[in-house]
């Protein structure tokens, strides 16, 4: 380039949400308050841990309410959907005291579920891994194929982060449980949150995974949905925390963004869907 020449600015454009997104304002000024002042330890009895309880406590009704669930106790905090997925799997295979047995899952899986998947096979499990048709979803028909009499728990993913492709939870659960209700139907709705309704009630699954950071809250903070009366045993022991389904002190902050960020995106769903539209046409 010459020593005339112009210099042209290069405004970066972000096009990778599906690998995460940015912290909305409404969320991060939420958040705030827990990064200072409000530091309490929300299993604490004095009024400090109080107030923290009762935040984290309006953020898990928020987070039931996103996804229509029948009580906000059906909301486990973890670190992430990584963390809600291992849970979903190993707390209804090798952590619930089983030695082997059958579990049916895709090929389009996230590394987090193919990962426990593959972690099972080497402990005596067998994992049947559905391939997808030509639109990549799986055929429902196929998953009620795959079921033998010692299958625990089928994961499918709701959404495809590559393809964005939406699979037919509802249909696939419902064929399951009309064959053999006391098979676990777990899905990873990571990617769908904010884009496609998700109604625990309506997929009639037992366990569902979400991630923050994926619908504009921060990271390092998820939840498993676990639906009353289901069997599942938790990874992490210790304290009481989180109905004793994982252990730990809560990360408080992290809690009241995911629940601020749940209420954003089921207060402004037909907004944030229209805006998906305009842009995929």
């Not at 987090?112 to 048709?133: H, K």
């Not at 799986?138 to 299958?151: G, I, N, R």
């Not at 419902?174 to 884009?195: G, M, N, S, Y």
Request: hydrophobic share 40%; aromatic share 6%; glycine share 8%.
């Amino acid at each position: 380039m010459g020593t005339g020449a112009t210099k042209v600015a290069v405004r970066e454009v972000y096009l990778d949400y599906n690998a995460t997104t940015p912290v909305d304002p409404e969320v991060r000024e939420a958040m705030l308050p827990f990064l200072g002042e409000e530091f309490g330890n929300p299993s604490s009895v004095h009024p400090l841990g109080r107030r923290a309880r009762r935040a984290v406590e309006q953020a898990r009704q928020q987070v039931a309410e996103l996804l229509n669930a029948s009580d906000p106790s059906e909301i486990i905090f973890t670190s992430g959907a990584t963390e809600a997925n291992n849970m979903a799997l190993l707390g209804a295979t090798l952590f619930a005291g089983h030695k082997t047995g059958h579990i049916v899952t895709t090929q389009i899986e996230h590394p987090c579920v193919m990962g426990v998947c593959q972690f099972l096979e080497r402990w005596g499990f067998r994992v049947t891994y559905l391939p997808v048709d030509r639109q990549c979803q799986v055929l429902p028909e196929s998953v009620l194929d795959a079921l033998t009499d010692d299958t625990l728990i089928v994961s499918v993913m709701l959404a495809n982060n590559e393809t964005g492709t939406v699979q037919p939870i509802a249909e696939i659960a419902q064929l399951v449980k009309e064959r053999r209700p006391d098979v676990l139907v777990h899905t990873d709705a990571v990617q769908a949150i904010a884009k496609v309704p998700v109604d625990v009630q309506a997929l009639g699954v037992d366990l569902l995974s979400i991630s923050a950071h994926k619908f504009y809250g921060p990271k390092g903070i998820g939840a498993l949905y676990i639906r009353s009366g289901t069997k599942l045993e938790p990874l992490l022991r210790g304290g009481h925390q989180e109905h004793g389904m994982r252990a730990g002190t809560e990360n408080v902050a992290g809690i009241i963004g995911l629940g601020k960020a749940a209420e954003i995106a089921r207060r402004d769903f037909e907004v944030i869907t229209q805006h998906l539209w305009r842009l995929r046409e």
